[in-house]
Structures are given as structure tokens and as C-alpha cells.
């Protein structure tokens, strides 16, 4: 079973601490669908499954990425994709979304996806793995 579109909004506007919706809506779009261009198989389309499609869509339908971003490059990629952002900023909207999504899914579901990905993303979802 999926959250509701607007449960997933509110926990992102308060673990963002966002002035209003649209903001927070336009950070997990961004956020959501710039991971979706890192990730393949059956992780990717497990993500998508926990979300409301208005925000499946974005992490499913994004296509490949040219090369993998380091989880550094990736807080960049979301600095060129929301306006006014800077690195702190950024790093804040990935957090709020990202951490969101770490507790919609099973934490083993957090550590397949965080496999695939380049060292750093464990930080950017708030699910550090063990050292």
C-alpha cells in the first residue's frame, strides 16, 4: 500500500521545513526524479511502488544518466534544478525527501538502493551504513 500523495507532501514540508506546498513539491520532483536516472531493475520500480504516482512517475519514467554523480555532484545536479538553491540548501531538499522516502520502505529496500549508487548517498537518505 502506498502513501497518500498528501501524506508524502506533509512529511516532506515538515521535515523540510518549507513555507508551503509548492515548494516542497518542486524540491521531490527534482530529487526524486534525478535519483530515478541512478537507479535500475527491481529497486527502482520498488521505490516508485511505495510513492503516489505524482511522485513515482518522476523516479520511474527518468531516463539513464550519462554517468553515475557522486553523491557530491548529485546535491550540484539539484542546485541547477531549483532556483535561488545553493549546496546547503540543496543538501537540505535531498534530506527532507529523501530521508522521507527511507521511512515509507523497508530499510533493506534503503540498502539495495544505496548498493547501487556511488559512496555518500547512505548520508543523503539519513541511513548511514555501517562502517
Do not use: K
Not at 539539484?78 to 540548501?89: C, E, K, L, N, S
Not at 531538499?93 to 556511488?118: F, H, M, N
Amino acid at each position: 500500500m502506498t502513501i497518500s500523495r498528501e501524506d508524502f507532501l506533509a512529511r516532506v514540508v515538515e521535515r523540510g521545513e518549507y513555507r508551503g506546498e509548492a515548494e516542497a513539491d518542486h524540491a521531490a520532483r527534482v530529487v526524486l526524479g534525478l535519483l530515478g536516472e541512478h537507479l535500475v531493475g527491481a529497486e527502482r520500480a520498488e521505490l516508485a511502488d511505495a510513492l503516489p504516482e505524482a511522485y513515482a512517475g518522476p523516479l520511474r519514467d527518468a531516463g539513464p544518466a550519462c554517468e553515475p554523480l557522486t553523491a557530491e555532484r548529485f546535491v550540484q545536479a539539484v542546485v541547477g534544478w531549483i532556483d535561488g538553491a545553493t549546496a546547503a540548501t540543496a543538501q537540505w531538499d535531498i534530506g527532507a525527501v529523501l530521508s522521507t522516502l527511507a521511512d515509507l520502505v523497508p530499510g533493506q529496500l534503503v540498502d539495495r538502493v544505496v548498493e547501487q549508487l556511488p559512496d555518500g548517498y547512505d548520508l543523503l537518505f539519513g541511513h548511514p551504513l555501517p562502517a
